[in-house]
């Protein structure tokens, strides 16, 4: 039967909800990621209990259980030393001539429109390591990035 003929209470036809997967690799954080985490899981919580509407609590529980996996598998990682790129710090560096900033964070605080990259973005790694005044090959350019200044965020 077309779909024409169908009611719009028809659940056959309803694209699938799926669970958020949960990244590869160890679940680095920062002590202010570890907090949102924390944060998303009471808030789940909270929402959860105070659903009714059935739909609203299937994904309710499919988003509290991604949160309650990330905080049991957070490793929350030592403030960085500033002196060379790592987990936990802010970055200025050229791009091919353009300046721009980032910070290295965990998976579940990047927010690429914020400058803020997860530790396993090929950026972020590229970075991983550098020093200030450092050039680093990127995307097949040899010395594509160059290092300016490392902070501790």
């Given at each position: ?9 028809d ?9 958020q997967p949960?990244?590869?690799g160890?679940?680095?954080v920062t ?10 899981a009471?808030?789940l ?10 739909a ?7 988003d ?9 598998s957070?490793e929350?990682q030592p403030?960085?030393s500033?002196a060379?790129?790592?987990f936990g710090t802010?970055?200025?560096?050229l791009?091919k001539?353009?300046a721009?900033t980032?910070e ?6 990047a927010d ?6 997860a530790?396993t973005a090929?950026?972020a ?14 995307n097949?350019a040899?010395?594509?990035i160059?290092?300016l200044g490392?902070?501790v965020?």
């Amino acid at each position: 039967m077309s779909v024409a003929f169908r009611r719009e209470s028809d659940e056959e036809h309803l694209e699938p909800k799926f669970a958020q997967p949960i990244p590869p690799g160890p679940n680095l954080v920062t002590a202010a990621g570890m907090a949102q985490i924390e944060a998303q899981a009471v808030r789940l919580e909270a929402e959860l209990g105070a659903a009714s509407d059935e739909a609203a609590i299937t994904a309710l529980k499919r988003d509290l259980k991604y949160w309650q996996a990330r905080r049991a598998s957070a490793e929350i990682q030592p403030p960085a030393s500033g002196a060379k790129v790592e987990f936990g710090t802010r970055v200025r560096f050229l791009l091919k001539g353009t300046a721009r900033t980032v910070e290295i964070v965990g998976s579940d605080e990047a927010d690429p429109a914020h400058v803020r990259l997860a530790f396993t973005a090929p950026l972020a790694r590229a970075l991983m390591g550098a020093e200030a005044g450092e050039a680093l090959d990127f995307n097949g350019a040899e010395g594509a990035i160059e290092v300016l200044g490392i902070e501790v965020l």
